[in-house]
């Protein structure tokens, strides 16, 4: 079995800092991308960041420049650096992990942890 595991998240204040982290663990796999989601109340849950194994990240228009994705391969954990938050970052923040288990291939999703920005 797979787990996945978020922390770090908290309250901070507008124009803040905060670093999510994320580790998979379990079973053997192989880890083909990890990233996070947001998901606002009232809203569906968004894409925030994304990072293959290989390196390549794609982000979220609304968070480019601000956050930073990066991951640990050797630990299977990757991160989220939150920087210049704003109120509208708040969020139930989701780690998920795109990893295969010999040719079975599946993600699997953390159970979130809660960012609050205050104006």
């Known amino acids: 079995q797979v787990r996945v595991v978020e922390s770090g998240g908290g309250l901070v204040q507008a124009g803040g800092s905060l670093r999510l982290s994320c580790v998979a663990s379990?079973?053997?796999?192989?880890?083909?991308?990890m990233g996070w989601y947001r998901q606002a109340p009232g809203k569906e849950r968004e894409l925030v960041a994304r990072?293959?194994?290989?390196?390549?990240?794609n982000y979220a228009d609304a968070v480019r420049g601000r956050f930073t994705i990066s991951r640990d391969g050797a630990e299977n954990t990757v991160y989220l650096q939150m920087n210049s938050v704003k109120p509208e970052d708040t969020a139930v923040y989701y780690c998920?992990?795109?990893?295969?288990?010999?040719?079975?291939?599946?993600?699997?999703w953390g159970q979130g942890t809660q960012v609050t920005v205050s104006s």
């Open positions: 998920v992990a795109d990893l295969s288990i010999d040719l079975w291939r599946r993600n699997w």
């Open positions: 379990g079973t053997t796999f192989r880890v083909n991308a």
């Open positions: 990072i293959s194994s290989g390196g390549s990240t």
